[in-house]
């Protein structure tokens, strides 16, 4: 019995490190926005201090249960103001560093779990992690 292997490959996060992801074969540097039903597309947020409503009204729209907002190298909290349209649809958000909520999300979407993450990419400030090639 095959158990949706395909979709959850296509946006697995394979491999990390400070400044970058791995889902599938692609490297990513810069934020992402991944949802485990298929959607994988660039989240236009490089900084924590960029964020607005405007880029959590756009995941209302993606109706998840759960949204995991990896809030970059370390742990930040948003403004709930920020997050009314979340809210206001009545979906989840666990907010940890981008590392942490990469791992959760794999577990989440593994289970079946209607999650989606937004994942803030920054680079490794001592420069110390180069990971792999970006492509």
């Known amino acids: ?3 949706q292997a395909d979709r959850i490959e296509s946006t697995s996060v394979r491999a990390h490190g400070p400044g970058w992801l791995q889902i599938g074969a692609t490297t990513y540097r810069h934020s992402l926005l991944l949802c485990a039903d298929g959607r994988l597309q660039a989240w236009d947020c490089a900084r924590h201090a960029d964020l ?3 880029h959590f009204a756009l995941l209302a729209d993606w109706r998840p249960e759960l949204l995991l907002l990896g809030s970059g190298l370390r742990l930040r ?3 709930p103001a920020l997050l009314r349209p979340l809210i206001e649809a009545g979906i989840g ?4 560093d981008t590392l942490a909520a990469a791992r959760t999300y794999n577990i989440l979407a593994a289970e079946g779990r209607r999650v989606a993450a937004a994942l803030l ?3 490794d400030p001592a420069g110390l992690t180069p990971g792999p090639e970006s492509r």
């Not at 958000?93 to 940890?96: H, I, P």
């Open 52 to 54: 607005s409503v405007q």
């Open 77 to 79: 909290f948003v403004a």
């Open 1 to 3: 019995m095959k158990l």
């Open 121 to 123: 990419i920054e680079s």
């Open 93 to 96: 958000v666990e907010t940890m």
